[in-house]
């Protein structure tokens, strides 16, 4: 005798070899296509147009009921697929990083695709779906990608459940069961979500081509460098104040030192970049809460380079992955940030100049700090006649240079020559904010006033739904620190000398309309509130999704009265898991829904047991309705085809027709209600 597993088996073997009907062969394509749909914004445009090719191929094909392609011509076309990733590998100095594996894993699954004839092939490219919708989250993870991942999981789900069972759709709604594994599926997920946050670290990192765009700021600063941000509203970072933030006009971003200045460009230098000795504060203004203490935490967008950014000159940082503080005050990740970051900083605002305790400059910094290249003669001499006065009125000069006509503060301004100092300060005297910044730079240096660029952002929008500080990459800024014994490196924003509205009120109202419109400035009320709750949504998402790490457990259960580090929390928690589990398996237990076939025969068993006739624990239904026609010879026929037809709807084969069933059913249902046994 064949058991129900054997069935079972068997029936599911004899699936996987039928045939996919033209139907099924237009549910794959279209899931395909819906995976790889937003792959698309991440990938190369060569990669897309590769999918876009691939894709519509196997469209027309199916839309023609046209015959797959055979092995010739999908091995030629695999080949020239892989040529095609090679060149692009070689293009970005033979690095196969995510970008490539992830369109090599796509243009593979359509290609296998082409060849798929049978339901086993069938589900083997929705499973392949279910890894290539995972891969979406290597590029980025916004709240959207969530829940476009979980509608797309339903339809694989949806039809890998009609590959292998396409009877399942007259029988049961594909819907209602995807929805009965979400509400058990989901409060699972949640419970381990609290219990086992985010690494502090990756258990393993995929390599990035080399040429992948990012946009931001680099350790280079020339004219035009810092201003072709300008136009880009591309995100930079967020910020979300433990308390009341600063003013905007007190919000400079610090991010790199700029010390080297070859006559066109200033540079980084990377010996300035080791660890700063550890020293402990000195002074009770640096504890948090202390007037002009500022905590708080910055969601960084990737910026392919190392350096962090915190507000002024930040006191300390706390991040996932390593971090060190340079000799300059620069915070450096150990790793490029090649994905997104959140971390904790604090900083102290003693004003709106920052200053440091510090005594005597050392010879070598001094001498950096002064070092200048040949040229420039005009700017050295109106240095040198600044040269007698205190260091603080060379700097005061400085800035009234700058302050007097025609100096003008612009997004569009001249090519410069050669010279290029001297002919911004003498001939053009228009530029951005970093012509303003190296030629201070120069000029301070000229007269002996150490001093160095700085380069990072300025100011930022707050979201006035949420409170968060937005920082774009048209807020990026340089401006200067210059070294004044006996305070230190105090900042000066040489730009807020010729456009003091650029630092006060921003970017939009201190160059003309004609040179920079603000898509935001402009826009009404309504679509502006509509943006701060995106946003807002954005931030939530970040913060208390991806960015939920050991820290923010930890202040979760504190607030729950828990310790995480607590063994019985995790116990808790685990027990929790279970019963949730358990749950909807109790309540089956509790509300059986019991098959109507099986319900109609068993009302017949019951009838014939109240006049005598009992049915066998082993007793099937063929030799029972002929022991029960003995009994009851006045209605042997009817017994007869009562048991005959329970066997045809509860074990024969479906035909897949629902109507056909029903009709089966009520009429059996009619003739087992007319048999009559007295």
Not at 211 to 231: E, F, K
Not at 318 to 347: K, M, N, P
Request: contains cysteine; aromatic residues 8%.
């Amino acid at each position: 005798m064949t058991t129900t597993a054997t069935i079972g088996t068997e029936a599911a073997a004899f699936g996987s070899a039928r045939a996919l009907t033209h139907r099924e062969h237009g549910w794959l394509i279209a899931q395909l296509a819906v995976v790889l749909a937003p792959l698309l914004r991440a990938l190369p445009l060569v990669t897309c147009a590769v999918f876009g090719v691939l894709l519509l191929w196997r469209a027309l094909l199916w839309v023609r009921g046209a015959p797959l392609p055979g092995k010739w011509v999908l091995g030629l076309t695999g080949v020239a697929t892989l040529v095609v990733t090679l060149a692009l590998a070689m293009r970005t100095g033979g690095n196969i990083g995510r970008d490539l594996s992830v369109a090599l894993l796509g243009a593979f699954l359509v290609l296998k695709l082409m060849e798929s004839h049978t339901v086993r092939n069938g589900v083997l490219v929705t499973q392949l779906c279910c890894f290539l919708l995972l891969s979406q989250v290597l590029f980025d993870q916004p709240p959207w990608l969530a829940a476009t991942m979980l509608a797309t999981v339903a339809l694989l789900l949806r039809n890998w459940l009609l590959l292998l069972h396409p009877q399942a759709r007259a029988r049961v709604s594909p819907a209602r069961v995807l929805a009965r594994l979400v509400l058990m599926g989901l409060p699972c997920a949640a419970v381990l979500f609290l219990l086992f946050p985010r690494l502090d670290h990756p258990l393993w990192r995929l390599p990035q081509t080399a040429d992948t765009a990012v946009s931001g700021l680099s350790d280079r600063m020339a004219p035009g460098s810092v201003g072709q941000l300008i136009l880009s509203d591309d995100l930079a970072f967020r910020v979300d104040f433990v308390g009341a933030p600063p003013p905007l006009d007190t919000l400079y971003w610090r991010g790199m030192v700029l010390w080297r200045f070859d006559g066109q460009t200033w540079t980084a230098a990377s010996m300035r970049q080791r660890p700063a000795p550890e020293s402990v504060p000195n002074s009770a203004d640096a504890i948090s809460g202390a007037p002009g203490v500022f905590d708080y935490n910055i969601t960084l967008e990737p910026t392919r380079q190392r350096w962090l950014f915190a507000l002024d000159r930040g006191q300390s940082i706390e991040a996932r992955d390593g971090t060190g503080r340079s000799i300059d005050g620069e915070f450096l990740s150990t790793q490029l940030l090649d994905q997104r970051v959140r971390y904790h900083a604090r900083s102290r605002l003693p004003g709106r100049n920052r200053t440091d305790d510090a005594g005597a400059l050392d010879p070598l910094t001094q001498q950096m700090a002064l070092a200048l290249p040949p040229g420039n003669p005009q700017a050295r001499a109106l240095a040198a006649q600044w040269a007698p006065l205190p260091p603080a009125e060379r700097v005061s000069a400085a800035l009234k240079l700058f302050g007097r006509a025609p100096f003008a503060y612009t997004l569009e301004p001249e090519p410069l020559q050669d010279q290029q100092i001297d002919d911004f300060l003498f001939r053009t005297h228009r530029g951005f904010c970093e012509h303003y910044a190296g030629s201070f730079v120069f000029l301070m240096r000229a007269a002996g006033v150490p001093a160095r660029v700085v380069v990072g952002y300025l100011g930022g929008e707050v979201n006035a739904m949420s409170g968060d500080i937005i920082v774009r990459q048209s807020d990026a800024h340089a401006w200067a620190e210059v070294w004044l014994d006996g305070r230190g490196w105090v900042r000066v924003d040489p730009t807020a000398a010729v456009a003091p509205q650029r630092v006060e009120r921003g970017l939009a109202a201190a160059v003309p309309a004609s040179e920079f419109r603000s898509r935001r400035a402009e826009e009404p009320g309504w679509l502006r509130s509509v943006r701060w709750g995106l946003d807002g949504l954005i931030s939530g998402w970040n913060s208390w999704v991806l960015g939920y790490d050991r820290n923010r457990q930890a202040r979760l259960f504190a607030w729950l009265g828990l310790d995480a580090a607590d063994p019985r929390a995790v116990l808790w928690g685990v027990s929790g898991l279970f019963l949730l589990a358990a749950l909807p398996l109790l309540w089956q237990q509790r509300k059986p829904k019991p098959d109507p076939v099986q319900a109609q025969w068993q009302r017949l068993c019951d009838r014939l047991a109240r006049h005598g006739c009992t049915r066998g624990v082993a007793e099937g239904p063929m030799a029972y309705a002929e022991r029960a026609a003995t009994q009851f010879p006045q209605a042997a026929q009817a017994l007869r085809d009562a048991a005959a037809g329970y066997v045809a709807l509860r074990y024969g084969r479906d035909d897949g027709d629902a109507q056909a069933r029903a009709r089966r059913f009520t009429q059996w249902r009619e003739a087992v209600a007319q048999v009559r046994l007295g």
